[in-house]
Nanobody, 127 residues
Framework: QVQLVESGGGLVQPGGSLSLSCAAS????????MGWYRQAPGKQREWVAN???????SYSASVKNRFLISRDNGKKTMYLEMNALKLEDTGVYYC?????????????????????WGQGTPVTVSS
């Protein structure tokens, strides 16, 4: 079973730092792009940052120069280092990944490409 599991969320004061991680597991042949999204209370989910398999990163304007996305391909894990946190960074943070999977069928097997999401980890920025 394929899983993306986030960890590292919590409560932090404004101006503080927090690090998140997202680990992929299962019958994964390859991990392509990975990304972080967040959803604040009462708002739609929004894109935060993205990183390609070769490490090219992109950020939303609201987090650029404060957040740093990285990944360890060997561990199939992505990270988000969040600095200078603001009240408006509060929300549930989700990771997603573009995965190439091996699926064993009743007869034979298949290789598929799927987008998977983690269950989310809450981040609260409050004084």
């Amino acid at each position: 079973q394929v899983q993306l599991v986030e960890s590292g969320g919590g409560l932090v004061q404004p101006g503080g730092s927090l690090s998140l991680s997202c680990a992929a597991s299962g019958n994964i042949i390859n991990v392509n792009d990975m990304g972080w999204y967040r959803q604040a209370p009462g708002k739609q989910r929004e894109w935060v940052a993205n990183i390609t398999s070769d490490g090219s990163a992109s950020y939303s304007a609201s987090v650029k120069n404060r957040f740093l996305i990285s990944r360890d391909n060997g561990k199939k894990t992505m990270y988000l280092e969040m600095n200078a946190l603001k009240l408006e960074d509060t929300g549930v943070y989700y990771c997603n990944a573009d995965l190439v999977l091996f699926r064993k069928e009743v007869v034979g097997s298949t290789i598929t490409r799927e987008i998977h999401w983690g269950q989310g980890t809450p981040v609260t920025v409050s004084s």
